[in-house]
């Protein structure tokens, strides 16, 4: 049986469904949660399970602390929440993992709004405000009129006026599951969560009935150390993966073959330009002298 979960908020994202469909989604970081009181008829009158979570707060204090001991917790679980039950059997500790919501189902979700201090009319209720001609001065952004005169000669309660604007407790109501991620506590549900990014919430079944014929997107890839390669890895996929390892060697191999023999063509050149420089510095021999010239000194001598 599925009961309400105490999370904390992580962003917005788009994924894809099966369909092809573009969702945006809030992703919510649920549990996992432990059981840390049961109520029961025969001594409180009603079905009940206490929840708790890692909230915010760094420290428990010493009766908190003396509550966890008893249900047999040893986690310091600051956000304790009590959920309802449904007759469902719950031990004290038990651990509750997100699992429990299968994509396709809708969920209410609450949260505290973000704080936004004190906001006018315009702002706070999306008021038009005053015209800005025909005499108008500084009243644009004003409230306007209050209430009549005579009668009934006051403001009514409930008047839409300015005031501190957010910080209240929120339920969006039917908001679909669009896909879980065991593997690191994942809720993924379609449209905006109230609160901002790092706040608690409560994660709670809907009275709606499933989506039929829901088609979930393609499952995450698993967190570093939850699940070895024959277990996260289809067949095909570790047999495509072992042909690239096979074709990647290949090519290092070849590479390899390349580089060496463009070393040996570096050293044959290398060698060439030593025998050219022993040859350069080598003395020119003499030639001989022609039969010409002999004859010409000759002459010159007589």
Do not use: C
Request: zero cysteines; a negative charge; charged letters at 30%.
């Amino acid at each position: 049986m599925t009961v309400g979960m105490i999370g904390r908020k992580v962003g917005m994202m788009r994924v894809y469904d099966g369909a092809g469909r573009v969702r945006g989604v809030t992703v919510i970081e649920v549990g996992p949660n432990r059981v840390t009181q049961l109520r029961t008829s025969d001594r409180d009158g009603y079905e009940a399970v206490q929840v708790g979570f890692r909230g915010n707060r760094k420290r428990v204090s010493r009766p908190e602390r003396g509550h966890l001991r008893e249900a047999g917790v040893d986690e310091p679980l600051t956000e304790l929440r009590e959920v309802s039950s449904d007759g469902s059997d719950f031990t004290l500790g038990q651990e509750i993992l997100v699992d429990q919501f299968t994509p396709g189902e809708y969920v209410d979700v609450t949260a505290t709004s973000k704080g936004r201090g004190f906001a006018g009319g315009v702002r706070r209720w999306g008021f038009a405000g005053g015209p800005k001609t025909h005499g108008q001065s500084d009243k644009w952004r004003g409230p306007g009129s209050v209430g009549a005169g005579t009668y009934p000669g006051k403001t009514w309660k409930g008047q839409k006026m300015a005031g501190h604007m957010g910080a209240r407790r929120k339920t969006v109501l039917n908001l679909l599951v669009v896909q879980t991620d065991p593997s690191r506590n994942l809720l993924l549900v379609g449209g905006s969560v109230p609160g901002p990014r790092g706040g608690l919430v409560n994660v709670t079944p809907a009275r709606r009935a499933p989506l039929e014929g829901y088609e979930p997107p393609e499952p995450f890839a698993p967190a570093e150390g939850s699940a070895t390669l024959d277990e996260s890895v289809p067949a095909d996929a570790a047999d495509a993966a072992e042909d690239d390892t096979e074709v990647a060697a290949g090519e290092a191999a070849s590479g390899d073959a390349v580089a060496t023999e463009a070393s040996a063509e570096s050293d044959d050149a290398a060698d060439a330009a030593d025998r050219a420089a022993d040859a350069a510095d080598e003395p020119e021999a003499a030639e001989p002298e022609s039969d010409d010239a002999d004859t010409a000194e000759d002459e010159q001598s007589e």
